[in-house]
């Protein structure tokens, strides 16, 4: 069983910055590629940002130079480093990974996700 738990969410003022951190526990052989996902009201899911496990980079354009995404893997914990936030970044973010639970197979997992809200 592996688990996700994602925190560091809140209510910011526009300009403003949140760290979002996403931690696996439980049974992992091996900690693949993680992403962010962002959710608001009303629109689809979006992918935001991903790290593969050997630490390449990717975001959504309307992210590029604000968010950064990270991971240590001797803690088995990806961050998203949120800074100049704008009201539109506002929605529930949840963290994605594919987790090696053994050697021979590899599933996704998802955090229960967490409110992020930018308003002054």
């Known amino acids: 069983q592996v688990q996700l738990v994602e925190s560091g969410g809140g209510l910011v003022q526009p300009g403003g910055s949140l760290r979002l951190s996403c931690a696996a526990s439980?049974?992992?052989?091996?900690?693949?590629?993680m992403d962010w996902y962002r959710q608001a009201p009303g629109k689809e899911r979006e992918l935001v940002a991903s790290?593969?496990?050997?630490?390449?980079?990717n975001y959504v354009d309307s992210v590029k130079g604000r968010f950064t995404i990270s991971r240590d893997n001797a803690k088995n914990t990806g961050y998203l480093q949120m800074n100049s936030l704008k009201p539109e970044d506002t929605a529930v973010y949840y963290c994605?990974?594919?987790?090696?639970?053994?050697?021979?197979?590899?599933?996704?997992?998802w955090g229960q996700g967490t409110q992020v809200t930018v308003s002054s």
């Open positions: 994605q990974a594919v987790v090696a639970p053994s050697p021979v197979w590899v599933k996704d997992y």
């Open positions: 439980g049974s992992i052989f091996s900690l693949n590629d």
């Open positions: 790290i593969t496990g050997g630490g390449s980079t």
